[in-house]
């Protein structure tokens, strides 16, 4: 099939790729030229394992290739399908904001001859109805289909998917679906798109909600005698539960859960429909970051204001450049204005970035400088220099009280409970009865 895939950002670049590696020939359309020039010369514009490799052997197999506009290329050598992959950035109100997939299927609906028009992009339930109420004539050739796609492994979600949704008006547009995903093997939900916007907006609701509940209970574990670790494993054994996004932290701040949680709520406010759950689960996240500043005074007490304050990493996720809800964003001002003097540390984005990011920080280019004459030391981002650091040598480089705040829970609290230094996690995390990690953790016999 000859695809086209509107937007080369991390869906639209993922699934340009990945169409391609399955046999389709694909042109992935992008209108930035600073980015169209650097996807034609090979380079993934966006940080994710596996992609750089395989838009390499893509581009080199002849069936992907990149340009500027959709009507042009379509005139050229028509397209069996047109995949919307734009984004939908909050507005300032958080509510969705349409205004790329309007354009992008005003084109696509334009295009002669025919083609079908599937939308990827995450969008307010309903929207699809709204967008084809002028464009009758697309109802029989349209579907709605949202990605699943999660940082960190989204190729492989992707080409291995845990289910397929897919919302249409008419069955006619199946056969096309499935040439699509041919050889992908897994469960296909065949709804309305309505019911397929939904599907999507209530996926990454639920498992904010998960991640939201994991640091409300981590408050609750935070006084001696609760081990959070523990009480989560147990939590997630529970096969109505499971593990997945279960991890006390910093709260949620992916590209899509802080955006989509927030869309979902500002929908149903314009419907009239009352969500206290979904308030309370933004309400806790918003809230999460503070929880690092109540540990860092309650540990510093008196001399808080007056304290170096060590910040390592700044990104959301070491396998993510999307910055748009890292907590570090919030969380650094509020220490710069609280304390004597903050330093950041994070290796992809180098002192420029950092500078840029946080105007009045210390950007440092490397841990050591960063925990030097520190009094405390906050763990934002699990980079594999922090959790394998040798942390007898950073911790003696910090200055009493020694503070070390993990704020992803990314340390092994049996390891540090000798170090002369005070180590505090998202919950309590005591050493003492934590089971041989070499053995069989979390697991005793009757």
């Known amino acids: 099939m000859r695809i086209a895939v509107v937007g080369q950002g991390y869906v639209g670049v993922t699934g340009a790729v990945a169409l391609a590696q399955a046999g389709h020939l694909v042109t992935g359309i992008e209108q930035d030229r600073g980015r169209l020039e650097a996807l034609s010369l090979g380079r993934a514009p966006v940080v994710e394992p596996g992609l750089q490799d395989q838009l390499s052997l893509a581009l080199a197999s002849g069936r992907l290739s990149f340009a500027g506009a959709l009507s042009p290329a379509h005139a050229e050598q028509p397209f069996d399908a047109v995949l919307i992959t734009v984004g939908t950035p909050p507005a300032p109100d958080g509510t969705a904001d349409l205004r790329q997939v309007t354009a992008a299927v005003d084109e696509a609906a334009a295009l002669s001859p025919p083609t079908c028009v599937v939308l990827k992009s995450t969008v307010p339930p309903g929207t699809s109805d709204r967008l084809l109420a002028a464009r009758p004539d697309l109802r029989d050739r ?73 640091n409300e209970i981590a408050r609750l574990c935070s006084a001696p005698g609760f081990d959070v670790d523990d009480v989560m494993q147990a939590v997630g054994y529970d096969p109505r539960i499971g593990h997945a996004f279960l991890q006390p932290g910093l709260g949620f701040g992916d590209s899509c859960l802080p955006k989509d949680t927030l869309a979902l709520a500002r929908w149903a406010d314009g419907l009239g429909v009352r969500t206290p759950l979904l308030n309370a689960v933004i309400e806790v996240n918003a809230t999460q970051p503070g929880v690092v500043r109540e540990i860092l005074r309650r540990e510093l007490g008196q001399d808080f204001r007056r304290s170096v304050i060590a910040v390592l990493g700044a990104r959301y996720e070491p396998w993510s450049d999307d910055m ?77 009280p020694r503070v070390v705040v993990d704020g992803k829970n990314c340390l092994r609290p049996w390891q540090l409970a000798r170090l002369p230094l005070r180590y505090r996690g998202i919950g309590n995390r005591p050493a003492a009865g934590v089971p041989d990690p070499a053995g069989s953790a979390g697991i005793t016999g009757a």
Not at 156 to 171: K, Q
Not at 182 to 208: H, R
Not at 334 to 350: H, M, Q
Not at 369 to 384: C, F, N, Q, S, Y
């Open 142 to 214: 349209f579907a709605s289909n949202p990605e699943f796609l999660n940082q960190g492994s989204a190729m492989e979600d992707w080409t291995a998917p845990s289910r397929l949704v897919v919302g249409v008006w008419s069955r006619r547009v199946l056969p096309l679906l499935r040439s699509l995903y041919d050889g992908v093997i897994c469960p296909w939900v065949v709804t309305t798109p309505a019911s397929a916007e939904m599907a999507k907006y209530a996926s990454n609701t639920f498992l904010a909600a998960k991640i939201s509940f994991a």
């Open 324 to 400: 748009r809800a890292a907590p570090s964003l919030s969380l650094v001002p509020a220490l710069i204005r609280e304390t004597a003097r903050v330093r950041v540390w994070d290796p992809a984005l180098g002192r420029d970035g950092l500078a840029a990011l946080f105007p009045g920080a210390e950007p440092v280019a490397d841990l050591r400088t960063a925990v030097r004459d520190a009094h405390a030391a906050v763990i934002l981002t699990e980079w594999p220099e922090v959790v394998e650091a040798d942390w007898t040598d950073l911790g003696a480089r910090l200055a009493r």
